[in-house]
């Protein structure tokens, strides 16, 4: 995809897209932690606030334009995904509930405030020299990013077309949304979340093997590719089907398998091939790389990049605020502090590529994995081992949510630097709306467990923090040769793919595969074969429309379950009145 420019005089970073995204970012940071903690997942949400954008632009202007509406739609999600570490809060509450070790500590939400807003920060201009590297040379798919910016498309397009387009976008988005919507408990469940749960009859009960009812799966497998679906696809097959069985015959677990004690094991080879590489990609890539980066010259402001030298300077300041913060509040080491930042780095670089080609970011094992080092340099100490891991996946999740906006602007001829500058005014307020609203979720609905908010990914965070309560030596050492062995399968892979990469399974899809749900997985395949299939019978309409409807797919179900829990949340606030 080539670069798209905008026609010159347009007007971009404009006082009412400003304004305009800022209040979206207020409307999507409060309402992602409750969607996080109560589905146990992020939806998509640039595609939620790209039609706010609309809204709050297209209908109150009639010289309202697409270049505008990036620019909310990248404060909504900039703001989203900083609230996406409500996560990393409710594992503080899990933790001080825990009778199996002592921990008391419990962050004020000015703390909160200034920490995840530190972080995200340090993690957006991390991700700034990266644009041209990953959007522009590697071309990574993004596929959520695909998927706003399509939406943004439709929404600002003309002529018959266009018209065609934005029917497939709004008929994909409405089935996607009815249909996830039938499958809610609150409304009686009408359509299962899953089918054929045991993959017939060779997984056990309770893996999620099967395929998930999720049109928002199918258009993500549309749009990524049938050869990182594949990949995905055997990865799943490895930990969801082949793997409990093993598993169960070394009694590495006790029958019945559960879901929580396989990804303990299938994390590590997992988490290993994705770094291995991911990195090793990168290495093979290095000149390419380096051009990117000198590419940001001071004088770069010019041609619509944010300049290395303000990079810079904003990451030893947001990277000091950070080392005070964690010093003065958490008690943690300086060169804690550092070695978690300068660890972050290699880390988010993997993780970039991993949602550039999967659409899945790999938070949870990035920030695992952080753990079990933090583990190893301060045996014992739960406040280290959280706070490091927690400065890792916010500046992990904040180098996603910037670079899928740096996916969207690459589509429709953005300035990279006004993204830029959005984000950065934008994550300070998602960070304060998660600060002060999570406590009210906390005292009103609970934390954990089967009622209230479920929060998986706090249970997984506050479960391993627990296992390494005493220190990494108690983790039995054949997970760290399945570490050992995902690393050098990931390397390998790697460097086949530089000779043989039609035949050779993406290492990137393989890792994720083996962590991420199978019924997504498998329903992902499922999506690209579709695609395939469309595009033999009839590829005009499938190059013209096949975009489109994947958006759509992506876009109701990720609309529908912000709106519903948004309600749910209305409701149940009403009650309490």
């Known amino acids: 995809m080539s670069e798209v420019t905008k026609p010159p005089g347009t007007r971009e970073f404009t006082p009412r897209a400003v304004g305009a995204g800022l209040i979206v970012a207020v409307i999507m940071g409060a309402a992602y932690p409750y969607i996080v903690l109560k589905l146990g997942f992020g939806p998509n949400v640039s595609v939620v606030a790209a039609f706010l954008g609309y809204v709050a632009l297209g209908l109150a202007f009639r010289n309202y334009n697409r270049w505008e509406n990036n620019i909310v739609q990248t404060a909504g999600t900039s703001a989203a995904q900083t609230a996406f570490m409500c996560i990393l809060l409710a594992a503080f509450d899990l933790l001080r509930q825990s009778k199996t070790v002592h921990f008391d500590f419990a962050p004020t939400p000015w703390q909160s405030f200034l920490w995840l807003s530190a972080a995200s920060i340090l993690g957006l201009l991390l991700a700034v020299p990266l644009r041209r590297h990953f959007i522009v040379d590697e071309q990574l798919t993004y596929a959520d990013g695909v998927a706003a910016g399509e939406t943004i498309i439709v929404l600002d397009s003309r002529g018959r077309e266009a018209r065609d387009a934005s029917m ?10 009815v249909v996830w919507l039938f499958e809610q408990p609150t409304l009686g469940a009408l359509i299962p979340e899953t089918l054929f749960p045991s993959f017939f009859g060779l997984a056990f009960a309770g893996m999620n093997a099967g395929f998930s009812v999720s049109l928002l799966s199918i258009g993500s497998g549309m749009i990524v590719g049938n050869r990182i679906n594949i990949s995905m696809a055997i990865g799943g097959l490895l930990s969801w089907v082949i793997g409990p069985h093993l598993l169960l015959h070394f009694g590495r677990i006790a029958a019945p398998p559960v879901r929580s004690n396989v990804i303990y094991w299938v994390m590590w080879p997992a988490t290993g091939m994705l770094i291995a590489g991911g990195l090793t990609a990168l ?11 000198k590419s940001l010259s001071a ?18 300041l947001a990277a000091a605020a950070l080392v005070y913060i964690q010093r003065a509040y958490f008690g943690v080491a300086i060169w804690l502090t550092l070695l978690s930042v300068a660890m972050a780095l290699p880390l ?29 340099l301060a045996p014992g100490n739960l406040m280290v081992n959280m706070g490091a891991s927690g400065t890792t996946g916010t500046i992990a999740t904040s180098s996603e949510a910037i670079m899928q906006d740096y996916k969207v602007g690459h589509m429709i001829g953005s300035t990279p630097k006004y993204l830029t500058y959005m984000q950065i005014l934008a994550a300070p307020v998602g960070a304060a709306v998660v600060a002060y609203l999570y406590p009210v979720l906390r005292a009103t609905y609970g934390v954990g467990g089967d009622g209230g908010l479920s929060a998986p990914a706090s249970v997984r965070w506050q479960g391993f923090a627990e296992l390494l309560s005493g220190g990494i030596s108690v983790l039995p050492s054949d997970r760290l040769w399945a570490f050992a062995i995902g690393c050098a399968v990931g390397i390998a892979l790697t460097l086949l793919e530089q000779r043989f990469k039609t035949w050779t399974p993406s290492p990137t899809g393989l890792g994720i595969g083996m962590v991420v749900p199978g019924s997504v997985v498998f329903t992902m395949v499922l999506g690209g074969f579709l695609q395939k299939m469309w595009e033999r019978v009839s590829p005009k309409r499938a190059e013209k429309l096949g975009i489109p409807l994947a958006s759509g797919l992506i876009a109701g179900e990720a609309i529908v379950a912000v709106v519903l829990a948004v309600i749910l949340f209305t409701l149940e606030q009403t009650k309490g009145l």
Do not use: C, H, Y
């Open 168 to 177: 497939a976008l709004l008929l994909g988005a409405l089935i996607s949304g």
């Open 283 to 293: 290495f093979l890539r290095w000149s390419v790389l380096v051009r990117t980066f």
């Open 299 to 316: 004088d770069s402001i010019r041609g619509g990049e944010f300049p290395l030298k303000w990079v810079g300077i904003g990451v030893a």
């Open 348 to 376: 988010m670089l993997v993780g970039l590529r991993v949602l550039g080609e999967t659409n899945w970011g790999p938070i949870s094992q990035v920030s695992n994995m952080m753990q079990a080092l933090f583990a190893a």
